[in-house]
């Protein structure tokens, strides 16, 4: 069977969201069960093996399928902090994470791609959303909710792509919902008055996590929708909506995901992929190996 530990530390991870519950094409070296002091993550993190783009030899990197792997975890169900402490145990400094988004905006198509840079967390407060409590005290800066050197290199990748039919949109202010439950319309057109480009209900806690936990974090959404600010009701999003888009448009997900992944694996960008931009964030990482 595969190993179920792994010596090394792994500093990229990818957790997949609605339709990229696996990455086909990287070799599994080892699935990790991970305990930590906020329970159990989503998943077992897979350790995944590809050869470097420049040297060839084989580099590691962690993925987490952020619904489980059958898809058996509701956005508001997912254990954010066990998912990023988990990450963060076994080394991880750098997280891609995606997500299926609808769309805010009439040139945001279904299947395209947009690499959020602005968030506004219209979760409802109900969901653990930090890691400082209980005596420990501490307050992350969060102007830039991405990582922007890291986005940098996921836009340039994604536009590598763009002879193969990835459509990407540089930047996107993403509104964060509590869900299930979509949004209504009067609630949909407030988002677009906002300027809202997309939507969905897993950006957050997981990127104030990763700040507090200081390890850099991207979002790469794609959009399966436009919610239901755009036509009457019979093209208002439903579960089958996003599935269909998200199987169709696969192909180039992790073709996109897969590309970000061999330009993190570069000599040039070990700086950035330890993160050592974030240090100090937080003081008390070591409460959470
Ligand atoms: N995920 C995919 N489409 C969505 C939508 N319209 N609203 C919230 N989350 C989504």
């Known amino acids: 069977g595969v190993a179920s530990t792994y010596d090394e530390p792994v ?5 997949g969201g609605t339709g990229l519950q ?13 305990d930590t002091p906020w329970g159990e993550p989503s998943s077992p993190i897979s350790i995944l093996h590809h050869p470097s783009p420049s040297t060839g030899k084989p580099i590691s990197i962690a993925f987490l399928s952020r619904h489980g792997l059958h898809h058996e975890l509701a956005p508001h169900e997912i254990k954010n902090r066990a998912n990023i402490a988990a990450l963060r145990s076994i080394g991880v400094r750098t997280i891609v ?3 299926a988004v609808g769309s805010l905006q009439e040139e945001v198509h279904p299947r395209d791609f947009v690499v959020p840079d602005q968030i506004i967390d219209r979760t409802k407060g109900i969901r653990p959303f930090t890691f400082f409590e209980d005596g420990m005290v501490g307050h992350v800066g969060f102007g830039d909710p991405f990582d922007t050197g890291l986005a940098k290199i996921v836009r340039r990748c994604g536009h590598s792509l763009e002879g ?15 869900g299930p439950q979509f949004s209504t319309r009067a609630e949909s057109n407030l ?12 950006a957050l806690p997981e990127a104030k996590l990763a700040r507090e936990a200081e390890i850099a974090y991207q979002m790469i959404c794609m959009a399966t929708d436009y919610d239901c600010w755009r036509g009457g009701p ?6 089958e909506m996003v599935m269909a888009h998200m199987k169709a448009n696969s192909v180039n997900a992790r073709r996109f995901v897969g590309a ?30």
């Open 11 to 15: 500093h990229i991870a990818v957790i």
């Open 22 to 34: 696996s990455l086909p094409g990287f070799t599994l070296a080892a699935s990790l069960k991970v």
């Open 97 to 99: 994470a995606f997500s």
């Open 164 to 178: 193969e039919g990835v459509r990407l949109h540089d930047t996107g202010l993403l509104i964060c919902m509590e």
């Open 191 to 202: 988002y677009r008055s906002w300027g809202g480009s997309v939507i969905n209900m897993s």
């Open 234 to 239: 019979d093209e208002d999003v439903n579960v």
């Open 260 to 289: 970000v992944l061999d330009e993190l694996s570069k000599e040039e960008h070990t700086q950035l992929v330890l993160a050592k931009h974030l240090e100090g964030q937080m003081r008390f990482a070591g409460a959470m190996t």
